[in-house]
């Protein structure tokens, strides 16, 4: 009797631990998820300082403040990826909506580094680059459109995580029906390919 009755004890403190490790992961993710709300917030508030700066230095300090907030965003996703695969964590649509915005704040930061690798040259820049070798221009013109490439398809390869994660939790069942199990096998196989050409 009592060796059960300390069993019962053991039982209900484990209980109550896990209970109370899921509240503690609970608080950390709410306080994540402001946090991403906040930086997604001072992103656009930036952005917009961007797009209406006066002069190039205006711009050129934005830029900086910009990538800044950007980095704390992609941060902050990783480790929302992490939850989101997560079976102690059940309602995830709050951290898809979160994940998506930060995404969406990345492709707009893509923006902002295409127009600033397209600004004009200066009339010194212009007359060192006449002086470059050709081949070391084409050089360098072929290692920015591998770096390119391959950022792309690090943030395709991460859609396709994203989809698939969606088709997994849009589902009830364990096992996903055929015509979502043919889209997850698909977008694997894409994704597979990619990282494939990324690695080589």
Known sequence: TKLKLQVIIFKEKLIFQEMGDKRKLQGEIERTLKKVQEGVDQFDEIFGKVQTAANNNQKEKYEGELKKEIKKLQRMREQIKAWA??????????????????????EKFKVIERETKAKPFSK???????????????????????TETIHRLNVQVDQFDSEIDS??????????????????????????KHKFHIQV
């Open 85 to 106: 695969q997560s079976n102690d964590i059940k309602d995830k649509k709050p951290l898809q909506e979160s994940r998506r915005r930060i995404e969406a704040q990345m």
């Open 124 to 146: 010194e820049g212009l007359g060192m680059a006449a002086k470059v070798d050709p081949l070391q221009r084409e050089q360098e013109e072929l290692n920015e459109w591998l």
């Open 167 to 192: 088709l997994y939790l849009g589902s009830k069942k364990k096992k996903l029906d055929r015509d979502k199990q043919e889209t997850v096998d698909e977008l694997t196989g894409r994704k597979e």
